[in-house]
């Protein structure tokens, strides 16, 4: 059974910075791509940031040049490194990881429980 494990998530003034991370737990052949969404309250999920096992790295364009995604695959674990918060930036983050195990033909995606990240103004 594959888990995705988050830490990290906090309450934070304006400015300030904050790193999330993730490990995946369990039997794991391998782990393609990881990335982390985020879910403010009353909208729709939306990806943050994704990083392949390559170490290709994609970004949504209200975090370019603030975040930072990273990953340990020793480790199975990706982490966010969140700069110059705002108070937009509050929401419900998601770690997600396209995972390949024993038991499946092909990978599949798991989620993490999520972390509570809030931005006071």
């Known amino acids: 059974q594959v888990q995705l494990v988050e830490s990290g998530g906090g309450l934070l003034q304006a400015g300030g910075s904050l790193r999330l991370s993730c490990a995946a737990t369990?039997?794991?052949?391998?782990?393609?791509?990881m990335g982390w969404y985020r879910q403010a309250l009353g909208n729709e999920r939306e990806l943050v940031a994704t990083?392949?096992?390559?170490?290709?790295?994609n970004f949504a364009d209200s975090v370019k040049g603030r975040f930072t995604i990273s990953r340990d695959n020793a480790k199975n674990t990706v982490y966010l490194q969140m700069n110059s918060l705002k108070p937009e930036d509050t929401a419900v983050y998601y770690c997600?990881?396209?995972?390949?195990?024993?038991?499946?033909?092909?990978?599949?995606?798991?989620w993490g429980q999520g972390t509570q990240v809030t931005v006071s103004s």
């Open positions: 997600n990881a396209v995972i390949k195990t024993p038991w499946l033909t092909a990978p599949n995606a798991y």
């Open positions: 990083i392949t096992s390559g170490g290709s790295t």
């Open positions: 369990g039997t794991i052949v391998s782990i393609n791509a």
